[in-house]
């Protein structure tokens, strides 16, 4: 399951960053780029520190994955999401992060 929480860590911040440079090619906002980067090279971090062994980036992992699962992305979807009128690509990403955030908290459990 290791393995498993590495992956979908950088797999998590490459969806992420991926979107968002997507959204930038249409208007959206640098900010986001910026933000999302932060935060990806946080999650490729944690990746590395599960990696080590180091069983605090496990509860990084974990809590990460809860955060965002049940606080920031519903909160993203209802303010963001909706009021944009979503397309295909939008709500691909929407439903291949929350299902890599369910990823990484189980894994992040079983390891």
């Known amino acids: 399951m290791r393995t498993a929480l590495i992956v979908l860590l950088v797999l998590n911040a490459s969806l992420g960053l991926g979107y968002r440079i997507f959204r930038l090619s249409k208007g959206g906002p640098m900010g986001d ?11 490729v ?3 590395a520190g599960v990696a080590a062994g180091w069983d605090l980036a496990r509860w990084v992992a974990l809590i990460y994955a809860g955060l ?8 993203w979807t209802l303010a963001v999401l ?8 939008d709500l691909a990403f929407t439903i291949a ?3 890599v955030l369910l990823g990484i908290f189980v894994a992040a459990l079983s390891v």
Do not use: H, I, K
């Open 97 to 99: 992060y929350w299902t």
């Open 68 to 75: 965002f699962a049940l606080v920031v992305m519903p909160l």
């Open 82 to 89: 909706v009021p944009m009128r979503p397309d295909r690509v």
């Open 33 to 43: 780029v910026v933000g999302q980067a932060l935060l990806a090279a946080l999650l």
């Open 45 to 47: 971090g944690t990746a």
